[in-house]
């Protein structure tokens, strides 16, 4: 509690109190769902109030970039993951390693391994996540077995075997599996799992080049090439919830928020006909992306206790468990999936398991625009128009000429924040 008397008098009467209020900032959705849950804070807290604003999805980026710049930070926000180096690079961030030493309530160990690596940078803890995604494939069981799989698919192999018997099966109008051309995540997850980073020195070069990636952009292709995809962006596809329904795919590779999507929109007959699996791996159970957001500590905040007390509040079990049930967001700790509304959801298991096995994407600023890259050459090769030797070539120049300022930085030791 953070509660400081008014003129240092003792016996000052409750009213007299001063209460700390602490600026959070939310964007998108669960700027609406959280704001069920600060009344219960507050309660718990009766010397903070808590100050929310919530920023739209759109917006958010600039908004916090042009509070920095006018020393207008806000105390705490959940940033996305990809944003974390960004923002440490400005050195805006403040280490949160000495307020985890005094928290034994928030267990690093409990929390799924990328998740929580996310929020590292060079070795210093800035953020701690307050929910986690990642994507595993959702599918039509009935049609995958119709087709004559048995086994759920484990490894690229056993999973193009899989899609090549759907489409034998259900026939030239439709597909094994929809991976829209406007999306750069589907190839991003098969890019993870291989053993080759995507960056190579220190983040200062493309490493698209490598055997790993160029054996991801064979996969991706081939599945193209086999008329196993169709051609098409998510915009083409009037309703993709619809579209699985009715079978014109039978794989669709996307996150944890559709669930509550497809038991809304499918009809009660197809109930126990479409389920989820993890993401299948070159050899194995592959990795994923981590990604979600994650709680930070801005460095101008002059009330930093108050708002590592709401930090430490929300990375509870108990919170995590109902920020679940009202957004159906996956929590990062593991501790929560023993509630029975995580337990007992056959559609989340999936999740469950692939988050054991997710991992941080490149912690550079400029990750999320060498990503949008992966996107328009990514539709390039499903259209034929680049070879998987030129596609890697032509990812490594994009991604080169993002971070040449990063490189220019880095050479003369001038990044913000000392960010390497």
């Not at 805006?92 to 390693?97: F, V």
């Not at 929910?131 to 049609?143: L, N």
């Amino acid at each position: 509690m953070i509660a400081t008397l008014v003129g240092g008098c003792a016996r000052a009467p409750e009213t007299d109190r001063r209460v700390t209020t602490i600026r959070f900032w939310v964007m998108g959705y669960e700027g609406d769902m959280v704001a069920q849950m600060l009344p219960d804070f507050e309660r718990t807290h009766p010397g903070i109030k808590v100050q929310l604003q919530q920023l739209p999805v759109t917006a958010a980026h600039e908004k916090l970039l042009t509070a920095f710049a006018g020393d207008a930070m806000p105390d705490v926000s959940p940033l996305g993951n990809t944003w974390i180096a960004e923002f440490s690079a400005l050195g805006a961030l403040e280490p949160l390693d000495p307020w985890l030493a005094r928290t034994p309530s928030i267990v690093v160990d409990d929390y799924f391994p990328g998740a929580w690596d996310t929020g590292v940078i060079d070795g210093t803890t800035l953020a701690v996540p307050w929910y986690v995604e990642t994507r595993v494939p959702f599918y039509r069981k009935d049609i995958v077995a119709a087709a004559g799989v048995q086994q759920t698919p484990r490894s690229w192999a056993e999973w193009r075997a899989a899609m090549r018997a759907v489409k034998q099966h259900v026939g030239p109008d439709r597909y094994a599996i929809l991976l829209p051309l406007n999306e750069y995540e589907p190839m991003l997850n098969l890019a993870v799992q291989q053993p080759d980073p995507l960056l190579r020195d220190g983040g200062r070069y493309g490493n698209f080049r490598s055997d790993g990636f160029k054996r991801t952009l064979a996969f991706y292709k081939e599945t193209f090439d086999e008329d196993l995809a169709p051609r098409v962006d998510n915009t083409r596809i009037s309703n993709v919830w619809q579209e699985l329904g009715r079978g014109y795919f039978s794989y669709y590779v996307n996150g944890p928020w559709n669930i509550a999507e497809f038991r809304k929109r499918l009809p009660p007959e197809m109930e126990g006909k479409w389920g989820t699996m993890p993401l299948p791996g070159p050899d194995g159970p592959g990795a994923s992306v981590a990604g979600g957001t994650s709680f930070v500590l801005f460095k101008q905040s002059k009330h930093k206790e108050a708002a590592w007390q709401l930090i430490t509040w929300l990375s509870m079990p108990e919170q995590q468990i109902r920020l679940h049930a009202i957004t159906g967001n996956p929590p990062p700790r593991r501790a929560p999936w023993s509630a029975p509304a995580l337990a007992n959801d056959p559609y989340i298991q999936a999740f469950r398991d692939q988050l054991e096995r997710a991992v941080s994407t490149p912690k550079v600023p400029e990750w999320e625009r060498i990503a949008q890259e992966m996107r328009f050459v990514g539709e390039l090769v499903a259209n034929d128009r680049l070879t998987v030797d030129e596609a890697a070539a032509e990812m490594d120049r994009r991604a080169d000429r993002i971070l040449e300022k990063r490189r220019w930085m880095l050479d003369r030791h001038t990044l913000p924040g000392g960010a390497q």
